[in-house]
């Protein structure tokens, strides 16, 4: 009986210990603070998982309370890469696993409020009550101030000038202060090893797979990493002596085979590591999908290939993202809820049958006004065969309803509200106002970058969206409605 008893007891005691790492992985990271300046306004985290492309999703939200704090939490066993966003302002930091942090948050008001004010230099102030000199943000900070103010000093000369000297003297300035040396256990020290190598491809590739690539690990969540990453493997395909340009054209425009693919253009001796060799060629392959030398719907297919093929799971969000920008015609846009001035739903896809030329605008904008009015005619003549909409970005929905009272009668067509969705405008690339794109019916993008009412809308209309007797008097048109 006891030998029975002891059998049993291990895995029951495994159960309790693998039940008690998981909770323990699982604990949220917390960050908590006061941003007085945005009262009842929403804070976004967004974190980014594919430093690749550079792409965040949005992890957690919540309302700043009428006393200006705010809570948020992600849970995660890695260090990170993210943001904090409030509209499209923003800050950028580390969140280390089981650490939680409280910040105040204060911002310029006046750039604040513009659409984009990154532009400006417009950015999310973040503080701590105390400064912890151990913290990884402290850290990376403070190698950063230090390394940017000497490559300003030495950069043309490394650079342009290729000059050995000015390298080594700035490589002997920072071995001072920091540990330059591959540690990939370590994530600060990483980030300075990386780093360091963006300096050094500047003066000298031969070295850099050896030193920087050719090991086990790829350090995916390091932004100095994959930055090194994209600067030496870019198009790297297409400007290796050692791959053909005959390869290329047989693996992907004559007939899409990744097998050959892969296996030949590991014979560079650059693309040794399977795995970088994956990784390089699905940065490689997402772009050149506007490159009129590839076959577009073959590097969709290979890419499709790759993502049910590969061996290496992490590489899935970049395979995923490269197919989201590659099929956008094929797709229905990301659109999200409008309002009215009555505080209605609306979509754009549920607007008719018609594609829908949308224009975005805020109500102190004067460019933006003119141009609205301008439209009229327009509308006139083509809102038949297309409906035109007005987006109005105001982040004051009392603004928005004062600008629908003032010009709301002046255009017969839809003014709505943004509703907050600050990530689908950052996502659409609406960083300047007024700014115009044009959708299908069922929420294709047609033309994302659509000509303005004073620039272009008329020629673009008439060729796109013609009367049916236009087109019968034409015989050579071609209706590109569809």
């Not at 309790?16 to 985290?45: D, K, M, S």
Request: hydrophobic share 35%.
């Amino acid at each position: 009986m006891t030998i029975q008893s002891n059998t049993y007891k291990i895995p029951f005691l495994l159960v309790l210990i693998c039940i008690g790492i998981r909770v323990f992985a699982q604990q949220p990271v917390v960050i908590t603070g006061e941003a007085p300046f945005a009262r009842n306004e929403e804070i976004r985290l967004l974190v980014f998982d594919d430093l690749l492309n550079n792409i965040p999703t949005v992890a957690a939200h919540d309302k700043i309370d009428k006393n200006g704090r705010f809570k948020l939490s992600y849970s995660t066993t890695d260090i990170k890469l993210v943001q904090l966003a409030i509209r499209t302002t923003k800050a950028e930091f580390f969140i280390v696993p089981f650490h939680n942090y409280h910040f105040h948050i204060s911002a310029d008001t006046l750039l604040f409020n513009l659409i984009n004010p990154e532009t400006y230099g417009g950015f999310l102030q973040i503080t701590t009550d105390e400064v912890d000199t151990a913290d990884l943000n402290y850290k990376i900070n403070r190698f950063s101030r230090y390394f940017s103010g000497i490559t300003d000093r030495y950069a043309f000369r490394i650079t342009y000038d290729h000059d050995p000297k000015a390298f080594d003297t700035v490589s002997t300035m920072l071995s001072e202060r920091f540990p330059i040396r591959y540690n990939p256990e370590n994530f600060y020290e990483s980030y300075i090893y990386y780093t360091y190598g963006l300096l050094e491809i500047m003066l000298d590739r031969r070295t850099m797979y050896s030193k920087y690539f050719d090991h086990d690990k790829v350090l995916y969540n390091n932004p100095a990493y994959m930055a090194l990453f994209n600067q030496f493997y870019g198009n790297y395909l297409y400007n290796s002596p050692r791959i053909s340009k005959d390869l290329l054209a047989r693996t992907i425009n004559e007939q899409p085979d990744y097998l050959t693919l892969f296996n030949e253009v590991g014979r560079d001796p650059q693309l040794v590591n399977e795995r970088i060799r994956e990784l390089a060629i699905i940065r490689n392959l997402d772009q050149w999908m506007d490159n009129e030398e590839f076959d577009r719907g073959n590097i969709i297919k290979l890419l499709q290939y790759i993502q049910v093929s590969t061996h290496f799971p992490e590489h899935q969000p970049f395979i995923t993202h490269a197919l989201e920008r590659a099929l956008p015609p094929a797709q229905k846009a990301d659109i999200p809820v409008f309002e009215n001035e009555k505080g209605r739903h609306v979509r754009l896809n549920q607007l008719g049958d018609n594609p829908i030329y949308v224009q975005f605008l805020q109500s102190d904008c004067i460019d933006c006004i003119r141009e609205m009015v301008l439209l009229n005619e327009f509308y006139q003549n083509f809102q038949d065969r297309i409906q035109f909409v007005c987006i109005c970005a105001d982040s004051e929905r009392k603004t928005y309803e004062q600008f629908c009272k003032t010009y709301g009668g002046v255009v017969a067509w839809p003014i709505l509200h943004f509703n907050g969705n600050y990530d689908w405008m950052m996502r659409m690339g609406v960083e300047t106002l007024p700014d115009y794109m044009i959708l299908g019916a069922d929420g294709r993008i047609l033309n994302r970058y659509a000509p303005s009412p004073d620039n272009g809308l008329i020629q673009y209309l008439n060729a796109h969206f013609p009367k049916e007797e236009q087109e019968l008097e034409n015989p050579l048109f071609i209706n590109r409605k569809q």
